[in-house]
């Protein structure tokens, strides 16, 4: 007695791939027919690979940052031969994802570190951890005197700063304070949402170093940090991987759409 052969992982994942045949296809969805839990499953992978694929729509659309660039991965390939096989990885991804595409998902791929593995995460949450649970003093300068909030950190910073928008995400600014840093000043912004949960965004001078966004585990809160035109990001909260990124995502196209950083005017 013959029959078609059994439904496995690798038909279910290429089902949601959309890499069977159509005869495979019309076997597996029929399986799924009388499987109606397991559909479930297929169903919502594939929404979520739809969802994931539109997200990053628009990283298509960017200019490939510079140290992404086939002339300069060769250059350093050259200078840094010990640094050749991770550069032939990173030169196969540009390829394989459209560019930078891959770069920016890895934001949803990446195993999750901890605040020890990165000193820009350490510090923003533990900035966040002390002020997030304030009353009466949670921010130093107020949302009502945000121009001046704004004026003063890019001063300070030596970097032009913006807050960003988040009421698309639920979240509304309370305003921000001066914080020390390691290697000088840091902001912290605080937002907060009607159910009374508070995020901070963390930011400080880093460096010439460029990195793609990091999902970063603590313990009482969780933070995405990421660092573009030498100058660190982090977004800390008490809220899951998923909607941190969006938030994180929101806050990088707006600070992206400032245009090349200019120096604060003076106050």
Known sequence: MSGPPPMGEDDLNA???GRLSSERHALVARFLDEHPELAKRVE????????L???LLFKATEPIPARLRVANLAATRRSAPRYRLQIAAAAALLLMFGGVVGWFAHARLAAPLTAADTPLAAEAMRAHRVFVVETVHPVEVAAAQEAHLVQWLSRRLNHPLKAPDLSAQGFHLMGGRLLPANAGAAAQLMYQNDAGARLTI?????GD????????QGQNASAFTWTEDGFGYAIAAQ?????????????YQQNKGSGEPKRPPPT
């Open 15 to 17: 089902f949601i791939d």
């Open 44 to 51: 919502a992978d594939i929404a979520a690979q739809t969802a």
């Open 53 to 55: 694929r539109d997200s």
């Open 202 to 206: 963390y930011l400080r001078a880093d």
């Open 209 to 216: 170093k460029e990195t793609a966004f990091q999902f970063v």
């Open 239 to 251: 809220a899951d991987r998923a909607q941190l990124l969006r938030i994180a995502e929101s806050v």
